[in-house]
């Protein structure tokens, strides 16, 4: 399979507890997004790389929450002292930067996180 | 006033009908266009990708852009049940992230 990868597909935790999930995106994609989605809504941005760098991050993303791409392969996105609030699923998408405008987004399966 | 505006729905056709949804966005510099499909409890699937003004069809998936408007539709012939999903509609300026409506909720009925 060539696709995005993501695990944990579901992590259940407790409130204060740190998580850690994991995107493995499309062999040679230089582009990494992270997606958080509750249900009814559609996916909010939270951050993206192109390659190792980290290029923009929401305002959504608390202090509580980190992500990294080292040497520009996988990516790694942690939540810190978990809230009930963070429970949601956290997509990966991956892109290839390519012609002007034309750049599509592939997810990954996403991981399903509940905060008790 | 939300950035990409879609129709919850749900919005039932019956079978082989054509389904229509629409999305309006806010940001006149958005260049690049998506349809993606959810099953519930899936993640976004692209279905079309849509850059320049007027109708891109794909079997039978149509997406139309309209940028003097500020609209985005996608067609769907001969509906299947197969095909009752949630519909995002998702806007970009180009090299960057996607912002995304809430969704229309299909329902194709026998």
């Known amino acids: 399979d060539t696709g995005v990868s993501q695990n944990p597909r579901h992590k259940i935790t407790k409130r204060g507890q740190n998580v850690t999930f994991r995107c493995d995106p499309i062999?040679?994609?230089?582009?990494l997004y992270w997606y958080r989605q509750t249900l009814g809504q559609g996916p909010e941005f939270l951050t993206y790389?192109?390659?190792?760098?980290?290029?923009?991050k929401s305002r959504l993303l608390s202090d509580r929450f980190s992500a990294e791409r080292p040497k520009g392969s996988f990516s790694t996105l942690e939540i810190q002292r978990t809230e009930q609030g963070d429970s949601a699923m956290y997509l990966c998408?991956?892109?290839?930067?390519?012609?002007?405008?034309?750049?599509?987004?592939?997810f990954g399966p996403g991981t399903r996180l509940l905060v008790l | 006033q939300k950035e990409v505006e879609q129709n919850s729905g749900p919005l039932s056709v019956p079978e082989g009908a054509i389904a229509s949804l629409n999305c309006t966005y806010s940001?006149?510099?958005?260049?690049?266009f998506f349809w993606y499909r959810q099953y519930s409890g899936k993640s976004p699937e692209l279905i079309m990708s849509?850059?320049?003004?007027g109708d891109k069809e794909d079997g039978r998936f149509t997406a139309q852009l309209n940028k003097a408007s500020q609209y985005v539709s996608l067609l769907i012939r001969d509906s299947q049940p197969s095909d009752s999903a949630t519909y995002l509609c998702?806007?970009?300026?180009?090299?960057?992230?996607?912002?995304f409506g809430a969704g229309t909720r299909l329902a194709v009925h026998p």
């Open positions: 998408a991956s892109s290839l930067l390519g012609t002007m405008f034309q750049e599509t987004q592939y």
């Open positions: 062999s040679e994609h230089n582009r």
């Open positions: 790389f192109q390659n190792e760098a980290q290029l923009e």
């Open positions: 940001d006149r510099v958005s260049q690049s």
């Open positions: 849509i850059y320049s003004n």
């Open positions: 998702a806007v970009s300026g180009g090299y960057n992230k996607l912002i």
